[in-house]
Antibody
Framework: EVQILESGGDLVQPGGSLRLSCEVS????????MSWVRQAPGKGLQWVSS????????YYADSVKGRFTVSRDLSENTLILQMNSLRADDTAMYFC?????????????????WGRGTQVTVSS | EIVLTQSPGTLSLLPGERASLFCRAS???????LAWYQQKPGQAPKLLIY???TRATGIPDRFSGSGSGTDFTLTVSRLEPEDFVIYYC????????FGGGTMVEIK
């Protein structure tokens, strides 16, 4: 059974840093691209960042580029999002999501399994 | 960047009725790259439909998707009580964007 569990969310002051983790199990971590998607309170979904299945390529939304870094720890089957220079508009629930693999290809941005999310609040 | 506009913002219907949710793209998209998600309160989104019309694993056949170019539709043939939640469309080509969502509420 595919399981995705996020952790690390917290209340942090503007300008602060936070490290989110996404522990996965039940599938081959290195076969799938993984992404972070966030949702501000009462708002819609916003893609944040993606890491390729190889772990070599990473992509970021313009709003977080230069402040957030995505990586992974294969020994822990964990995707990591390092968040620096946090701003009030980064306040959101952060979801970790798995890219779907079909018979002929694996996709970066189509998500077939999601975690339950971890809450990040940026406020003084 | 492709912008997705969902309509209506809120759809008020009764259980058993048919729901049609719309998603319009700011420019023509490859129909292989349009998906729909369902989100229940306090939960993560759940993939319903991808490639415009392919149901994800375990999704009941009362959910169907159609469309091409800039206009796409999610249809729920007969609403069940658990279907009264929020739905998002998504484009997932070389980049990714989500629509603003449609809430389906009980009339």
């Amino acid at each position: 059974e595919v399981q995705i569990l996020e952790s690390g969310g917290d209340l942090v002051q503007p300008g602060g840093s936070l490290r989110l983790s996404c522990e996965v199990s039940g599938f081959t971590f290195t076969r799938h691209a993984m992404s972070w998607v966030r949702q501000a309170p009462g708002k819609g979904l916003q893609w944040v960042s993606s890491l390729s299945s190889s772990g070599i390529s990473a992509y970021y939304a313009d709003s977080v580029k230069g402040r957030f870094t995505v990586s992974r720890d294969l020994s822990e089957n964990t995707l990591i999002l390092q968040m620096n220079s946090l701003r009030a508009d980064d306040t959101a629930m952060y979801f970790c999501a798995r890219g779907l693999c079909r018979s002929d290809s694996c996709l970066w941005f189509l998500y077939d399994h999601w975690g339950r999310g971890t809450q990040v609040t940026v406020s003084s | 960047e492709i912008v997705l506009t969902q309509s209506p913002g809120t759809l008020s219907l009764l259980p058993g009725e048919r729901a049609s949710l719309f998603c319009r793209a700011s420019q023509s998209v490859d129909s292989a790259n349009l998906a729909w998600y369902q989100q229940k309160p306090g939960q993560a989104p759940k993939l319903l439909i991808y490639d415009t019309s392919t149901r994800a694993t375990g999704i009941p056949d009362r959910f169907s998707g159609s469309g091409s170019g800039t206009d796409f539709t999610l249809t729920v043939s007969r609403l069940e009580p658990e279907d009264f939640v929020i739905y998002y469309c998504q484009h997932y080509g070389s980049s990714v964007t989500f629509g603003g969502g449609t809430m389906v509420e009980i009339k």
